[in-house]
């Protein structure tokens, strides 16, 4: 497990996850000393809850379910710090955020290979007419010359947009 450097973490230590995470993430939080609580059920209930729940966390671990408006984080004296394990902070609302000197983090290139990987897989199953293939072969027919497919070796991929994850299947495919 790795150990995180604490010096600069000082007095916060509590920890409310109030989305579903890894459970990696958990046990690295404990595994350094954090204390973590967790309510998933948090993102579906009325901020009023939420904002109940935070008057004595110093950080806030949510994913896309939890919204983190200018309401939670104003009636939330002792948060510090809003972490997202995820790529979008659409759901914080950020400039309260940084009025009120709440740190916000989030791991933009967390998902980077899994989408490319996803995006190569698909790319694969088209090529080949898998869906089709198994549509048809789940009715009872099964006509291997109309789904036999293309190679893709010899052929030419175009890729819009050569962001973190087209440059992942660029280099893939």
């Not at 939080?29 to 904002?51: C, H, M, R, T, Y």
């Not at 997202?84 to 989030?106: F, K, Q, S, Y």
């Not at 890729?159 to 299947?169: D, H, Q, S």
Request: proline share 3%.
């Amino acid at each position: 497990m790795e150990k995180l450097e604490m010096d600069s973490y000082g007095d916060m230590n509590r920890v409310l996850i109030s989305d579903d995470v890894d459970s990696q993430c958990v046990d690295m939080l404990i595994a350094n000393g954090f204390s973590v609580e967790i309510d998933i059920k948090l993102a579906k209930q009325p901020q009023e809850q939420l904002i109940k729940r935070l008057q004595d966390v110093d950080i806030l671990i949510v994913r896309s379910a939890t919204k983190v408006t200018s309401s939670v984080i104003e009636g939330s004296p002792r948060l510090k710090l809003i972490g997202r394990p995820g790529t979008g902070t659409d759901n914080i609302d950020t400039e309260a955020a940084t009025r009120h000197g709440i740190l916000v983090m989030n791991t933009p290139g967390g998902n980077t290979i899994s989408a490319a990987e996803h995006t190569c897989t698909l790319i694969c199953a088209l090529a080949r007419n898998i869906p089709s293939a198994c549509a048809s072969l789940k009715t009872g027919a099964w006509q291997r010359a109309e789904f036999m497919g293309e190679e893709l070796n010899g052929k030419t991929l175009a890729i819009i947009g050569l962001g973190r994850i087209g440059r992942e299947v660029a280099k893939r495919m």
